[in-house]
């Protein structure tokens, strides 16, 4: 279980007393310029001012900012995807903050490491020194190791950080949920990944600048677009492009062939693309390809073409589109064109929404077409699509008219008194269970919008509705 620690300030325990741990900046060789170290690794931000996205947690003023800058970090969980900043937080914390910092791997620590850490940090507090504890992939830890945590958390003896790509409402215990600030971080933008990629590529303490690279910047949008936000696997990536275009050599021939070819110094689209080992997709995300391609996935399903519909699905995943955009069509999908005519398609339609945010890609995409098949071969209905739109335009065109007396509620005497509820039926006392009573304003008396196809389920809702129709026409003879 590796430990670290951040050397406190102020008064100090006796050496027995202390949290025994290997100094988190006092190796001989520092991390950030160890060039056998991964390149996402040596660009990590040593400090908030490094520190890209989450403007929305970190800009001056913010709640997190704020409390890195005064030193006074309470307990923390850091809920987001991976390669978004939740670890680097926590070592410009450690950097920062004046408490020992001991950092935990959920994957290799046990009961009895975090009870000898716990009782280490319960001494120190005797001797005036706080003790943040850092737990990375907390979701990782059983509800038993959590507990453990707890009582030191309630007394004051450590304040915990926790890092977590799982919804901390299911993976973490509700009591030490309840005594920590739950901070959401967002997937980086493509821009933001971009920004990260050229500094990456002229640092020269810590990154790429030694080997004078430059990069297309369709190279470094391509790298964007594929990595969904995670700084992480961007820098993978580049650094392998990085290793290719070193490699690369210009043509055997004359300058003008030699001119017509980037220098081997430059990071091409086709570098990036071997680093991905994957074909190069025509598309643009921000442009008329992606209107294309998704009206193509849309109306494949509407005409009933499941190869046509895995085909277009594919190729907009393969070509990095945001997969939860997908998931959103494709529940659009189920309630425009599919509707009532198989209730089961909204169902499964969300349930492949949430096992895509459970899993994500590669696996999740499995989801994503398990549904848009399932969509494209279900019968299809648009009637409750149309109607929701007529009834729009009949709303606004009696937003104004009153509800009708006997539907109104009358909980007090005046309220009995003006009519309200006067006349209601309860159908419940019916033998059909229906009753002939007006549900509209008198002035959409007899209006009718919702008509059901006679395809799969809403067929029986059609009878069904025809059955209704007969029961209440009884009850006007």
């Known amino acids: 279980m590796p430990r670290r620690l951040t050397p406190g300030k102020g008064r100090r325990p006796p050496q027995s007393a202390t949290l025994s741990s290997v100094n988190l900046f006092s190796n001989p060789q520092d991390p950030a310029t160890d060039r056998t170290r991964p390149l996402a690794d040596r660009m990590r931000p040593r400090d908030l001012d490094e520190f890209v996205g989450q403007e929305h947690i970190l800009a001056p003023g913010k ?51 975090i009870k000898q850490v716990m009782t280490e940090a319960e001494r120190a507090r005797d001797y005036g020194t706080r003790t943040i504890v850092f737990i990375d992939e907390i979701h990782r830890f059983n509800r038993a190791q959590q507990d453990a945590f707890l009582p030191h958390v309630e007394r004051g003896n450590i304040r915990l950080i926790g890092a977590t790509t799982e919804n901390p409402s299911f993976e973490v215990n509700s009591a030490l949920l309840s005594r920590s600030r739950v901070y959401t971080l967002n997937p980086l933008t493509e821009e933001q990944i971009v920004a990260l990629l050229e500094r990456a590529l002229t640092d020269v303490e810590r990154g790429l600048g030694p080997l004078h690279l430059t990069a297309e910047p369709a190279a470094l949008a391509r790298i964007a677009a594929y990595s969904s936000g995670d700084a992480r696997s961007a820098y993978n990536v580049l650094e392998i492009a990085a290793t290719l275009a070193g490699e690369t050599k210009p043509p055997e021939a004359g300058a003008a062939s030699v001119a017509a070819y980037p220098t081997p110094q430059t990071i091409t689209v086709a570098q990036v693309e071997d680093a991905l080992q994957r074909r190069t997709l025509r598309y643009d995300k921000a442009g008329e390809e992606h209107y294309n391609l998704i009206s193509a996935l849309h109306k494949s399903v509407r005409n009933s073409d499941p190869d046509a519909t895995l085909y ?65 071969i279900a019968p299809k209905s648009n009637a409750l699509y149309m109607a929701y739109g007529a009834v729009k335009q009949a709303v606004e065109e009696t937003a104004a008219d009153p509800v009708p007396l006997h539907l109104r509620n009358a909980p007090t005497k005046l309220m009995k008194e003006l009519g309200y509820g006067e006349g209601y039926q ?37 009878e069904r509705l025809a059955q209704l129709k007969t029961a209440k026409d009884k009850m006007k003879e």
């Open 63 to 113: 709640a997190l900012r704020v409390q890195i800058e005064r030193d006074d970090i309470g307990s923390i969980l850091f809920w987001g995807p991976p390669g978004v900043g939740k670890t680097t937080l926590a070592k410009i914390i450690a950097r920062r903050t004046k408490a020992e910092f001991v950092e935990f791997s959920a994957v290799m620590a046990g009961i009895k490491e």
């Open 312 to 376: 277009w699905l594919v190729r907009m995943l393969e070509s990095g589109e945001d997969p939860m955009y997908l998931a959103r069509r494709i529940v659009r999908m189920a309630i425009e064109d599919i509707s009532l005519a198989d209730p089961h398609a909204l169902e499964i339609a969300i349930a492949a929404r949430d096992a895509l945010d459970f899993m994500g890609l590669p696996e999740g995409g499995l989801a994503l077409a398990h549904a848009a098949v399932y969509l494209a």
């Open 426 to 462: 309860y159908a419940h006392n019916f033998e059909e269970k229906v009753t002939n009573m007006q549900c509209l304003p008198d002035n959409l008396k007899g209006r009718s919008w919702y008509h059901p196809t006679e395809e799969g389920v809403e067929k029986r809702i059609r």
